[in-house]
C-alpha cells in the first residue's frame, strides 16, 4: 500500500518494520565495476537517488546495469522501470556484456515496469504485451507509479527509472515532485536508486532543476582515444559521501566497463 494510504491500524506494524530495516540497512553498495569504488574511495551510499545522465552514445545506460546486476548476484532484487525499450530489449542488449538475467526476471527477483503516459497509450496497446512486465498506466499525475514504486522499495529492491520520455510529457512539477516522493521512500528503505537521462534532450534549465532535485549526480560522456572510445564519469555530487576522485575513466571490455586503472594493469 502507498503511504498515502497507510491507515492508523498499522502504525505499530510500520514501527516494528523501521527497527528491522535501520538494523539491515548496508552504508554503501560495491558497484561491481572493476576498480570504480577503489578509485571512489568505498562503494555508493545508500539511501540515494542517483541521476546519470549521459550522451547519445555513452554508456550511461549499461553503468547503471552492471551496478544493478552485481546487485543482483549479490542476492538482491530490482525493479526496471522502462518506458521506450522494452523489456525484451533491455535483456538482449545486457546479454552483449555477458549479464544474463532471463534467469533472475524469470524467478521475481528482477521485475521490469512498462510506464506509459496518456501519450502512449494508444501505440501500447496494438502492441504485443510483453508478460513479464508489469504495465503502469499514467493519467495526469504519478500516482500510479508512486505507488508501484513505494510497494517495490518497500520489497527491498534496488530500483532504476528512464526519465526523457516522461520529461516531455509531464510539467516540470510533476516530474519534482515524482523524484520528491521517490527521494523520501528511498530514505526510509535504502537501497540504491538511479533515474536516467540524455544530456542535450532537453533545455539547460530543466536539467538543471532535475539535477538540483536528486541525491548524486554522474554525468557521463564519450571521448575518443585512438579507435577506442571512452567514457568519462564526472561526479558533480553524492549525498553522504567526498569521493576520492570526482572524474573516472571506464574502458569497454568484454566483460563490462572497468576503470581504465584497472585495464592497463591487465
Known amino acids: 500500500m502507498s503511504i498515502f494510504g497507510e491507515s492508523k491500524d498499522v502504525g505499530q506494524q510500520g514501527k516494528m518494520e523501521d527497527a528491522i530495516l535501520t538494523q539491515q540497512k548496508e552504508a554503501v553498495i560495491p558497484t561491481g565495476i572493476p576498480g570504480f569504488d577503489e578509485v571512489l574511495g568505498q562503494g555508493l551510499p545508500t539511501g540515494n537517488l542517483y541521476l546519470v545522465s549521459g550522451q547519445i552514445g555513452s554508456s550511461s545506460y549499461q553503468f547503471v546495469q552492471q551496478i544493478l546486476y552485481n546487485t543482483l548476484i549479490s542476492k538482491g532484487k530490482v525493479a526496471y522501470y522502462t518506458v521506450e525499450n522494452s523489456s525484451t530489449d533491455i535483456i538482449q542488449d545486457m546479454q552483449l556484456v555477458g549479464m544474463n538475467i532471463q534467469q533472475y526476471v524469470d524467478e521475481g527477483s528482477w521485475v521490469f515496469g512498462r510506464v506509459i503516459p496518456p501519450s502512449m497509450k494508444q501505440i501500447i496497446e496494438v502492441l504485443p504485451e510483453i508478460p513479464m512486465e508489469q504495465r503502469i498506466e499514467l493519467d495526469a ?29 509531464f510539467p516540470l512539477t510533476e516530474i519534482q515532485n515524482l523524484l520528491f516522493y521517490v527521494t523520501g521512500v528511498v530514505r526510509r528503505y535504502g537501497g540504491i536508486h538511479f533515474v536516467l537521462l540524455t544530456e542535450g534532450a532537453h533545455d539547460q534549465s530543466t536539467m538543471v532543476t532535475i539535477k538540483d532535485t536528486v541525491d548524486s549526480v554522474f ?3 564519450t571521448a575518443l582515444r585512438g579507435a577506442e572510445i571512452e567514457n568519462i564519469v564526472t561526479i558533480s555530487k553524492i549525498r553522504g559521501m567526498m569521493p576520492k576522485a ?21
Do not use: C, W
Not at 505507488?147 to 520529461?167: A, C, F, Q, S
Not at 570526482?246 to 591487465?266: C, D, F, Y
Open 141 to 169: 499525475s504519478f500516482t500510479a507509479l508512486m505507488n508501484h514504486y513505494y510497494d517495490m522499495i518497500k520489497e527491498g529492491r534496488n530500483t532504476v527509472l528512464n526519465l526523457p520520455l516522461l520529461v516531455r510529457s
Open 219 to 221: 554525468e557521463v560522456s
Open 246 to 266: 570526482r572524474i573516472v575513466r571506464l574502458a569497454q571490455r568484454e566483460s563490462g566497463l572497468a576503470t581504465e586503472t584497472i585495464r592497463r594493469v591487465q
